[in-house]
């Protein structure tokens, strides 16, 4: 395309392989409200908070109905991505915590994403 220039170009491409191996490799991203839940989770991972979050903390930014959140995260626990434990400190609450399972997936898609984005863009870490 002519209104592109060619890192617009790359990033696009890059981005478009990222989205096939997503298909392919990462299911829980196949629905929106699986994409949201993925992310938040994977969030919580690569930042190594102490403790989990619990639902009511996910709700909240949420584009998705309480509901449509609810049964995902019933999928994720049946699929073994996440595990549902009682809080410590207020046992009506359940905290959910990323599986092995969940943490390999994040880490092979965070390896994919290196690698679609590494064949066309040099990207290089802000000091922070």
């Excluded at 990222?18 to 629905?31: G, V």
């Excluded at 943490?103 to 870490?125: C, F, P, T």
């Amino acid at each position: 395309m002519k209104d592109l220039n060619r890192r617009q170009q790359a990033t696009l491409m890059s981005l478009a392989e990222l989205q096939q191996w997503e298909a392919q490799h990462c299911t829980p991203l196949n629905t929106v409200c699986g994409r949201f839940l993925y992310f938040k989770i994977a969030e919580q991972v690569m930042s190594e908070t102490q403790g989990s979050q619990s639902l009511k903390d996910i709700h909240v930014d949420a584009h998705v109905s309480e509901r449509a959140i609810r049964l995902k995260l019933r999928e994720f626990e049946r699929d073994g991505l996440i595990e549902a434990v009682s809080s410590q400190s207020d046992k009506r609450a359940r905290l959910l915590t990323a599986t092995p399972k969940l943490r390999a997936l994040i880490a092979a898609h965070a390896q994919a994403m290196d690698q679609a984005l590494g064949k066309s863009l040099l990207v290089i870490e802000k000091n922070q």
